[in-house]
């Protein structure tokens, strides 16, 4: 399972949106079923991030929405997030590279 998340940052709170994603990528990483977890920015715009993740499957994701670091990051979404997040699933149809 896929997950690829676009947030974007309300305006001029780039780098401290950053930060509070950064803070999710370890901890999302030691989770079991964790496969990818990266974040990325964009480089046009400095309020637009992405997250990678891939997870072994859709439970082992819905139960990373729940876990305590989501949630806190979650809670700071109002403050932090410009409009509505951008969640997109995919589920890969092609074999992993050896």
């Not at 729940?66 to 699933?89: K, S, T, Y």
Request: proline share 5%; hydrophobic share 40%; with cysteine.
């Amino acid at each position: 399972m896929t997950n690829i998340a676009f947030v974007k940052a309300k305006s001029g709170l780039g780098d401290d949106h950053g930060r509070r994603l950064m803070d999710l990528v370890e901890p999302s990483r030691e989770e079991a079923g964790c496969i990818i977890y990266d974040l990325h920015r964009s480089e046009t715009d400095p309020d637009l991030w992405c997250v990678y993740e891939n997870w072994r499957s859709a439970e082992d994701l819905a139960e990373h929405f729940d876990l305590p670091h989501m949630q806190a990051f979650a809670a700071e979404v109002p403050r932090l997030v410009e409009g509505d997040l951008d969640l997109r699933r995919f589920r890969m149809i092609s074999k992993p590279a050896s």
